[in-house]
């Protein structure tokens, strides 16, 4: 017994009434790919928000523990110091956010007074001053990403859908 071969179409199809008429399952399905297309156009517009706001998010939440860790760091001769920084950089064909001390080597003691636990630092001044600021403020960086997102990315994108369930804002 031979079986007749099975086509799936999706889409729009003509009916057999009068003058062609559109079935009722075309439109309803012609309906469906253009409320899929508008999900997926608001997916990739929040997606893309995501990458190019990504430098400008980072670089704002890592503002307060840059500021923590020019608190930490020794100032004898004020060249540490002001050698800190916090920029947005290139990796690889991608954007990312630098924060550190000594860029390019200079000064050249940079790192020994990092690491040296024993020497004397008048306090509020220490070693390891900017793994330190990195540690006591993790969990706020973390929280300020978020808010960040939320607010130049979802908040502000305002997602247009049709009345389904569709809108993000």
Known sequence: ?????????????TGGGPGGVRSHVGDYLEE?????????????AVLQGFIDESP?????????????????????????RASGYLEITGFRGNARVEIGY?????????????????AFHEPPTQAKFLED????????????IAEGYEKRVLRGR????????????
């Open 32 to 44: 469906m790919r253009e409320s899929i297309k508008e999900v997926t156009d608001n997916l990739l």
């Open 158 to 169: 305002g997602l247009k859908g049709r009345g389904r369930g569709v809108r993000i804002t």
């Open 133 to 144: 600021a990195i540690n006591q403020d993790e969990q706020n960086i973390l929280a300020r």
């Open 56 to 80: 400008k998010v980072m670089l704002e939440a890592m503002k307060p523990t840059f500021l923590i860790s020019q608190r930490l760091c020794p100032i004898k001769t004020g060249k540490l």
């Open 1 to 13: 017994m031979a079986g007749r071969p099975i086509f799936v179409s999706v889409g729009p199809r």
């Open 102 to 118: 000594a860029k390019g080597g200079n000064p050249w003691y940079a790192p020994i007074v990092h690491e040296n636990l024993e």
